[in-house]
């Protein structure tokens, strides 16, 4: 795929790690320009600036905002901003891979009624439990996922639990935004005529992960705005899709309570035996990016090695 010569960009939100990152320096090796918006503090930048370097080395454009994404004026100055710098091009890619939500419970976690398998075998085996537990939780902690069902469980806050603003801040900064981005690139009319539209999402949006409750309603949202999208939009010829993308680890991942034993669990039952990678999602991004692709638009594209299936 070449887009080189075209004045194509990728507008992406959150493009400073994981799967924004990963998407920024694949479509930049094809020759799409790049613009990211990020929200990083100062120590990290010395990072993040070689990884600029990089996507600038493959001879495209590359523009970058460090601000607050979800506040409508910062909003605004970007957009400004990027219209002049763009010099008449047009945005092709727009990719929402914002990371910014609550992760607490619902309610408070219960001790189990009845004795835990270690305790069981301590107690067969004539030895204390403690000294199985600390076997057993450095045996997983080193990485060995047999032991994902008998290591400690994941710690969770039984006292700060999930409130009306933690729902309405989630959903909004990762999924309803989704929309709120699209509709000001609409209306200032940067999209190309045949642009392609992303959000991300994961098996959360089905699968009751502890401490993931006001995250998986955002990608719900996100998913139910991108059917819709997909349908309003795709009279202009915008094309708007919903990337799920396997367990990975990310930034994003490693604030979820319980990620090493979710990560276990991926690993154990992905049928390619490893976890996915940002690349795996960036180089699907850039694919269907292409003109070949153009007639997939408002569904849910799994890229997870088929771990969803095997689940």
Not at 94 to 119: C, D, E, R, W
Not at 127 to 150: C, P, Q, R, Y
Not at 289 to 294: L, N, R
Request: aromatic share 8%; proline share 3%.
């Amino acid at each position: 795929m070449n887009f080189k010569g075209k004045n194509y960009w990728a507008l992406i939100l959150g493009g400073s790690s994981g799967f924004g990152l990963a998407t920024a320096k694949a479509l930049s090796k094809a020759g799409m320009n790049i613009c990211v918006a990020h929200r990083d503090r100062r120590g990290s930048m010395e990072r993040i600036n070689k990884e600029f370097d990089e996507i600038r080395s493959n001879g495209v454009k590359l523009e970058t905002y460090n601000i607050n994404a979800l506040e409508a004026g910062e909003r605004k100055t970007m957009l400004d901003d990027l219209t002049t710098k763009m010099g008449g091009g047009t945005i092709r890619v727009y990719l929402h891979s914002i990371a910014f939500g609550n992760l607490k419970l619902l309610a408070p976690m219960k001790k189990p009624a009845v004795k835990t398998p270690v305790q069981m075998l301590a107690e067969k085996a004539g030895v204390s439990e403690d000294s199985i537990k600390k076997a057993i939780n450095e045996l997983f902690e080193a990485g060995n996922d047999a032991f994902v069902h008998l290591a400690d469980p994941a710690i969770y806050n039984n006292d700060l639990l999930t409130d009306d603003e933690d729902l309405s801040n989630t959903i909004f900064s990762m999924g309803t935004s989704y929309y709120t981005w699209a509709k000001d690139i609409f209306m200032r009319k940067l999209f190309s005529a045949d642009a392609r539209m992303f959000g991300l999402t994961s098996e959360g949006n089905e699968i009751a992960w502890k401490g993931y409750a006001a995250v998986g309603a955002a990608k719900v949202a996100m998913e139910a705005l991108s059917r819709s999208m997909a349908s309003e939009f795709g009279h202009y010829g915008i094309r708007s899709n919903i990337i799920q993308a396997g367990v990975t680890d990310t930034p994003a991942l490693r604030h979820i309570p319980g990620n090493l034993h979710i990560s276990a669990n991926a690993r154990l039952r992905n049928p390619l035996g490893r976890l996915t990678v940002p690349e795996d999602v960036g180089n699907v991004i850039c694919l269907l990016a292409t003109d070949e692709a153009g007639w997939i638009n408002g569904t849910i594209i799994r890229v997870d090695g088929g771990e969803h299936i095997a689940g």
